[in-house]
């Protein structure tokens, strides 16, 4: 997605009156900020989303632009887990089990259209990824539309 239509989109978004910036800053849970160090966006939507979530998890994923749970599985995967294991340390907490499966999903621009695309992945007991199901495929996506977006 190029950032005029990323711009586009925004706006279009804050017209209809969809801005949740208000009510992130009521978010109660752990939160972790994702992005590619290589971002055509720059560090502009971290910069804004940290000040909204000043307690938030940083990872930085290397070689991986806008996507990077697409360009770069293995290390967003290694960081998500890290984060899922003990995502309230700060708070003192315990952290979670994540043996079991977790469907991911990304969005992306192809040919125009904006694009929903799932994968489902399986850990065992020490977080290490035992099985992928048919991950980032053409077949496994749905267009969507932009103006209704799936949060």
Partial sequence: ????TYNSLVADLKNIG???RQRMGHVKVPVMLLSG???PFGEAPITEARSVFPQASLALIPASAHYPMLENLDATAHELLGFLRDPMRSAGQSAIDV???WNVTAHQ????KILEITGSFTFNKEGDRI???APWTSNASREISPLSPPF
């Fill in 99 to 101: 043996t079991g499966a």
């Fill in 109 to 112: 621009e192809v040919n125009g």
């Fill in 1 to 4: 997605m190029s950032v005029t």
């Fill in 18 to 20: 969809f801005d949740l």
């Fill in 37 to 39: 160090t290589e971002d």
């Fill in 131 to 133: 099985t992928d199901r």
